[in-house]
């Protein structure tokens, strides 16, 4: 665990769940608008646990290379670098740089 | 002395709202200091039946001089052309413009719906709208690509929804006081003192928009409006930023993204559901990107800037 930094100890266990397996739709890109909508909603309306949120938004523990360009958190809009969050509010969850999820946009 | 006959076709009265909250100058500076004589307007003319067409009969013969026509809404013309839709003193408003038009020294469109069309004229057009000179970035609209005043100029548009109150009273005056010859229109005939940089030119979002770091949420102070909330100020043309709204604010400053309402695609995408406020993308990427950035450009931007992201950028630096 890590008491000092609760975030760093969420990341950890999504780094586990990840690692674990979890299935998730994460070849399911969010390429157009009505796509990134209908993730956002389903997480909208979904239980709000942390398993749910990442399988909805399809979360890797690694860049998916599409279009032509890796997409990864720390390119991702909603990633704040210096915190090492993602703050869609739909997500709003602690996150490392080198993963990656359906709704990623720049 | 200049003489100046306001009219509204398929309006809201936005425009003139905008326009009689004017401050540098106001509406009474006009007409004070700046020696214009508002003929008639549709909230301050006294004329009301025959007293009112016979002012604008005058003005079509030439009996009165009508230096400037100022125009605010649509040009209606349904149903079937005949623009009886949109009747005014005893003939539809499409004639009286035609004609009055045609007497004007200058002829200024106030507002979107007047330079193009607006949202009445969007998609399916049930009133079949156009602007006086454009319908939405086609040329032509209901006067003709051809049309000049007899001044030389083309229609002066002055768009917005609605357009800034000092840029409608700064045009007239300009146009009243001679310097009509000194306003300089872009390629859709806007005034280039007040459309040429963007509505992005000042914002005090730009710190967040140069770092990458996102609003996702109204009223947000921390974050650009750009990535996320359908913000079009990097591609819009005004000068909100510059001349801002009741001297003190603009929709970006306030934490509401820009709409892009002086531009002729406004509003966009015809308002489809999930289009408004919401940044339309294309495989993680805006469809609309700044004027001008090529999506590799921007892709590149995007990664250099994240990782040269200071700490405070992601903070409310705006502290009361």
Redesign the interface.
């Known amino acids: 665990m890590h008491p000092e930094d609760p975030a760093e100890a969420v990341r950890e266990s999504i780094a586990q769940i990840l690692a674990g397996g979890l299935e998730t739709d994460w070849r399911l890109r969010a390429d157009d608008s009505e796509r990134f909508h209908a993730v956002v909603k389903a997480i909208r309306a979904s239980d709000g646990e942390l398993t749910t949120k990442l399988r909805l938004a399809g979360f890797t523990d690694h860049p998916v290379p599409h279009d032509g360009f890796d997409q990864a958190c720390e390119s991702c809009m909603y990633f704040q670098v210096h915190r090492g969050w993602c703050v869609l509010p739909e997500l709003d969850l602690p996150v490392r740089p080198e993963w990656s999820c359906n709704v990623w946009r720049v | 002395m200049a003489n100046l006959l306001w009219l509204q076709g398929g309006a809201c009265s936005g425009n003139t709202m905008s326009f009689l909250n004017a401050e540098e100058p106001s509406a009474c500076d006009l007409v004070t200091d700046f020696g214009i004589n508002i003929l008639w307007h549709p909230s301050l003319g006294m004329e009301l039946g025959d007293n009112l067409i016979q002012l604008l009969d005058d003005c079509v013969s030439g009996r009165t001089s009508l230096d400037i026509l100022v125009f605010e809404g649509t040009i209606v013309n349904a149903p079937n052309g005949t623009g009886e839709w949109n009747r005014f003193a005893g003939r539809p408003m499409k004639d009286w413009v035609k004609d009055l038009s045609a007497a004007a020294g200058y002829v200024v469109a106030i507002g979107d719906c007047a330079a193009w069309g607006g949202i009445p004229a969007t998609a399916p057009n049930p009133t079949d709208s156009e602007g006086l000179q454009y319908l939405k970035r086609r040329r032509g609209g209901f006067l003709g690509p051809s049309f000049s005043s007899k001044a030389g100029l083309p229609v002066i548009n002055v768009p917005g929804c609605p357009a800034h109150p000092d840029w409608v009273t700064q045009i007239l005056v300009a146009v009243a006081t001679g310097r009509g010859d000194e306003i300089t229109l872009d390629d859709l005939q806007r005034p280039k003192t007040f459309f040429t940089s963007f509505t992005q030119t000042g914002c005090t979002r730009n710190m967040h928009f140069a770092y990458?770091?996102?609003a996702?949420?109204f009223g947000q102070r921390r974050g650009c409006l750009f990535?996320?909330l359908g913000c079009r100020g990097p591609m819009t043309h005004s000068p909100c930023n510059r001349i801002l709204w009741n001297r003190q604010s603009s929709k970006t400053r306030a934490g509401m993204p820009c709409i892009g309402c002086t531009e002729p695609e406004f509003p966009f995408f015809d308002l489809a559901p999930?289009?408004v406020f919401?940044?339309?993308?294309?495989?993680?990427?805006?469809?609309d990107l700044p004027d001008g950035v090529e999506k590799n450009g921007?892709?590149k931007m995007?990664?250099a800037a994240?990782?040269a992201?200071?700490?405070w950028a992601?903070e409310d630096i705006f502290v009361i």
């Open positions: 990458k770091v996102s996702t949420e990535y996320d999930g289009s919401k940044t339309q993308t294309v495989m993680g990427v805006p469809r921007y892709m995007t990664v994240k990782a992201s200071p700490a992601e």
